[in-house]
């Protein structure tokens, strides 16, 4: 699966911003789709997740009633929609990509991911 993300930026702590990433290769309503995040000398973190094949969303507990995940079936993209933005969201966000199932949401289910973009928050 090939995966283009986009839509990161530098806005101020309380705004919003929409991620996009766009799927290729795979059967899009097949995958999981997933957003993760990292900063400099810290892991890899899961953001959020929404099912291929079961209608399921999965947030980690520091953007819960903030960051929503979708998904458009036919435009092949998964969207992540921020609000109320931190300067502790700042970082990379990556899209990840894998075959449905039922596997939690570490980065180590997930075998496809896309190149990054930059989200910066400032205080």
């Known amino acids: 699966v090939q995966l283009q993300a986009s839509g990161g930026g530098l806005v101020q702590a309380g705004y919003s911003l929409r991620l996009s990433c766009v799927a290729s290769g795979r059967t899009f309503n097949n995958l999981d789709m997933g957003w993760f995040r990292q900063t400099p000398g810290k892991e890899r973190e899961f953001v959020a997740m929404?099912?291929?094949?079961?209608?399921?969303?999965t947030y980690a507990d520091t953007v819960k009633g903030r960051f929503y995940i979708s998904r458009d079936n036919a435009a092949n993209t998964v969207y992540l929609q921020m609000n109320s933005l931190q300067p502790d969201d700042t970082g990379v966000y990556y899209c990840?990509?894998?075959?449905?199932?039922?596997?939690?949401?570490?980065?180590?289910?997930?075998?496809?991911w896309g190149q990054g973009t930059q989200v910066t928050v400032s205080s």
């Open positions: 929404v099912s291929g094949n079961f209608p399921r969303q």
């Open positions: 990840a990509a894998r075959m449905s199932t039922l596997a939690g949401a570490s980065p180590d289910f997930f075998d496809s």
